[in-house]
């Protein structure tokens, strides 16, 4: 038997709060005049049970359908209690699979109507269903069958918006800009039609202009859990104009606006193009990292492992001769944490100054050797990565490799073919980095004092040897060893003052737009 949860995930039916209901009105009056009732028309083609249209005035401009005969019975029945609507104007309707024909004949005359229909606002919550979830991405779950596949509009306009086609909510998008062509749209989204990497071609597509808008927290919303922003944005379909960037003001859960964030349709090459012309695969790999889609949402996914993982995804193969490359990847996106803002915000194609700055370079070094997401381990092969020496730690035995170690202080020979030569002198670090090297190399040390260890164990190695694993073999997040968390409790801390400062190099070469 199908769950109620999933029956609402594929129908769209996260019923918008009633806060943000009265503020989309507001921002509509603001946009539109504060007599727009009165001289616009409104249709909510994804009603639901009508909560939408709560607080709206003139109940004769007013067109509501929904797909469930129950949900128009419900909205029927808030009309015998004094809702503000007209039951004429209440019907089903499957918005993606119906034709117009089948609209009240009030409504097809406001749609057929050239100059009524500049009059017409489509004022929608619809569904955020996708056929592919998080828990698909992860391995966890399964594609929702049929979510947007068993719609018309899917097959109609596949070729026209491309990837963008397997979510409903810009199904509805599409149908409503081409068919109810110079209407108004105004509409609560996630904002991954504006920024996106899988809607370019929508974006092509859909050439509005925007007028105004607000985004609030996801899970401010019935139903929805997410750490995203989910956006009320008002466009004009009558005059086309390219998406490049849109700015919507920030609302908390208290309805304060904090600010303004702007949202980029238009935008340089992903970071994953650029770490793409690095990944030479010559040479034997001494590690491999996932390439995961170039956002904060899927920064969960990064990680640097001795082999290759099973993911559909590039595996970056690191060499001596892009080792600067890869932890300048994986640190841009590791030192910036997930917030509900930020969530889809795209890595990029830095500028070149990158490349002349060493010590943003070094740090990026430092910062990839100790953070928790570096998941080499002695357990699958050789660890190339041990930041130090033997002596340095007062090692156990000799380790297998010294690469790293070797790497740092300038002692590798170039073979005259590397894209980058090795530098052969010792690398300079910053003050923060070098706080993170001295706290890791305590922590190192106090490993190599216990008994019965891996003598080529990497920083992962160690955690798991103090921290342990639960039944279903994940990490635990504590050690029972309170020097040990003592000394990894440092180590992170200092991680962080050296993430600060790699933030603002983001930023400046272009990593991210603010």
């Given at each position: ?59 004769y401009n007013i067109w509501a359908s ?107 998008m599409t149908k409503i800009y081409d ?336």
């Amino acid at each position: 038997m199908v769950s109620s949860r999933i029956l609402r995930e594929e129908k769209g039916a996260f019923y918008t709060p009633q806060i943000w209901v009265e503020l989309s009105q507001k921002y509509l009056a603001d946009v539109l005049g504060e007599d727009w009732q009165d001289e616009y028309y409104i249709w909510d083609c994804a009603a639901g049970t009508g909560n939408l249209l709560a607080g709206l005035t003139n109940k004769y401009n007013i067109w509501a359908s929904t797909l469930d005969r129950q949900d128009v019975d419900v909205i029927k029945d808030r009309i015998q209690n004094e809702a503000n609507l007209l039951e004429s104007h209440v019907f089903q309707f499957d918005f993606l699979n119906d034709d117009f024909s089948k609209l009240p004949e009030g409504l097809q005359k406001i749609i057929n109507d050239a100059e009524k229909r500049k009059k017409l606002v489509i004022y929608i919550n619809p569904p955020y269903a996708e056929a592919t979830t998080a828990r698909t991405i992860a391995g966890t779950g399964e594609n929702k069958t049929g979510v947007s596949t068993k719609h018309k509009m899917n097959q109609l306009y596949k070729d026209k918006i491309g990837s963008a086609s397997n979510e409903v909510f810009a199904l509805f998008m599409t149908k409503i800009y081409d068919k109810i062509p110079d209407a108004k749209l105004a509409q609560f989204s996630k904002l991954k039609f504006v920024q996106g990497t899988n809607f370019s071609k929508f974006r092509n597509f859909f050439q509005a202009k925007y007028l105004n808008g607000f985004i609030v927290r996801a899970n401010t919303f019935d139903n929805v859990k997410g750490n995203f922003p989910i956006g009320f944005t008002v466009w004009d379909l009558s005059q086309k104009e390219q998406m490049k960037s849109i700015r919507c003001a920030i609302i908390e859960p208290d309805g304060k606006k904090i600010g303004q964030k702007k949202f980029y349709g238009k935008l340089p090459q992903s970071i994953n193009r650029w770490i793409k012309s690095f990944d030479t695969k010559n040479g034997k790999a001494i590690a491999f990292m996932e390439n995961p889609a170039p956002d904060f949402q899927n920064n969960k996914f990064l990680n640097i492992t001795t082999l290759v993982g099973t993911r559909h995804v590039n595996y970056y193969a690191f060499t001596p001769e892009n080792i600067f490359e890869g932890c300048i990847y994986f640190s841009v996106r590791q030192a910036i944490s997930q917030t509900w803002l930020n969530d889809r915000d795209q890595f990029l194609t830095p500028n070149k100054k990158w490349e002349k700055d060493t010590s943003f370079q070094n740090d990026c070094l430092a910062f990839t050797l100790f953070h928790g997401q570096n998941r080499i381990s002695a357990e699958d092969g050789t660890n190339h990565w041990i930041p130090f020496s033997e002596s340095e730690i007062d090692a156990k035995d000799k380790f297998e490799s010294n690469f790293m170690s070797k790497f740092i202080a300038g002692k590798l020979k170039s073979n005259g073919s590397l894209i980058h030569k090795l530098r052969t002198t010792p690398l300079a670090f910053s003050e923060e980095a070098k706080a993170v090297f001295e706290a890791g190399k305590i922590l190192w040390i106090y490993y190599h004092q216990q008994e019965d260890i891996n003598v080529n164990a990497s920083l992962y190695d160690i955690r798991a040897c103090f921290q342990g694993r639960n039944a279903k073999g994940r990490m635990n997040s504590k050690s029972k060893d309170k020097k040990y968390m003592k000394l990894i409790d440092n180590l992170r801390n200092k991680l962080k003052i050296l993430a600060k400062k790699i933030e603002a190099k983001v930023y400046e070469y272009g990593f991210l737009k603010t």
